[in-house]
């Protein structure tokens, strides 16, 4: 009898043995939930990172698109104060302030009365739902003339959110460099001249809290003045 004691003995667990299986089995769930909880914290950061560079390249290549067909003419009353074509960029807190004149409206409709010629600017604009957010407005009058741009019909659209910086450089191709401003109705500036690049640099904040920063650089096809003699 003694002997089928120590037999049913030896075959069960003690309680002690019984305590260390359980905290072996807890840690190894612990492993596993916090592996499990990386990888979806890592697939979802890599999603938001996606789209939001698809984002911002998609807004960078519209201004690239823009800046390709900015123009200047010298048919117009050169003593004006407000210029009918323009390009006029200078830094402005964390988001840069520019504006210019552009062939670049595509029309909408065959035979409808609009000039392909425009005015572009951009500027910061605070969000309207989030006051704390800070957003980038692309605007387009179809109108140019020698009013205040800001007081012309135009179409305005929100073409990034929720921005930290953007920053416009322009290349001074005489003397091989950056600038942080250019204004081509000064005559003490770049009077009647275009940059040849202008380098496009944007900051703007993922889901997550964190930055993101994308740099390109847009051609300018014409440097100088657009000029036409009548006979």
């Not at 037999?7 to 359980?22: D, H, P």
């Not at 205040?148 to 135009?154: F, L």
Request: zero cysteines; aromatic letters at 8%; glycine letters at 4%.
């Amino acid at each position: 009898m003694n002997r089928n004691h120590r037999a049913q003995g030896q075959g069960g667990f003690t309680l002690l043995e019984l305590l260390v299986s359980m905290a072996i089995l807890a840690f190894m769930m612990v492993i596993a939930w916090s592996t499990i909880s990386s990888t979806a914290n890592t697939k979802v950061h890599t999603q938001e990172v996606s789209e939001r560079t698809h984002e911002l390249r998609v807004a960078m290549a519209m201004m690239v698109r823009d800046f390709g067909h900015a123009y200047l003419s010298a048919n117009e009353d050169q003593n004006r104060t407000e210029r009918r074509t323009m390009f006029v960029g200078q830094p402005k807190g964390d988001v840069d302030e520019l504006r210019f004149s552009t062939m670049g409206h595509r029309l909408m409709w065959a035979d409808t009365d609009e000039s392909e010629q425009t005015l572009i600017a951009y500027y910061e604009a605070e969000d309207r739902e989030d006051s704390s957010k800070t957003n980038l407005i692309r605007h387009e009058s179809r109108r140019l003339s020698n009013e205040q741009w800001e007081r012309e019909p135009a179409d305005k659209e929100v073409l990034l959110r929720d921005i930290t910086k953007v920053k416009f450089e322009y290349f001074e191709w005489r003397d091989e460099e950056w600038k942080e401003r250019w204004n081509s109705t000064q005559a003490d500036a770049e009077a009647g001249r275009l940059p040849t690049r202008v380098k496009i640099t944007v900051t703007a904040k993922l889901p997550s809290g964190n930055d993101i920063t994308l740099t390109t650089q847009a051609r300018i096809n014409l440097q100088e003045e657009l000029r036409f003699f009548a006979n």
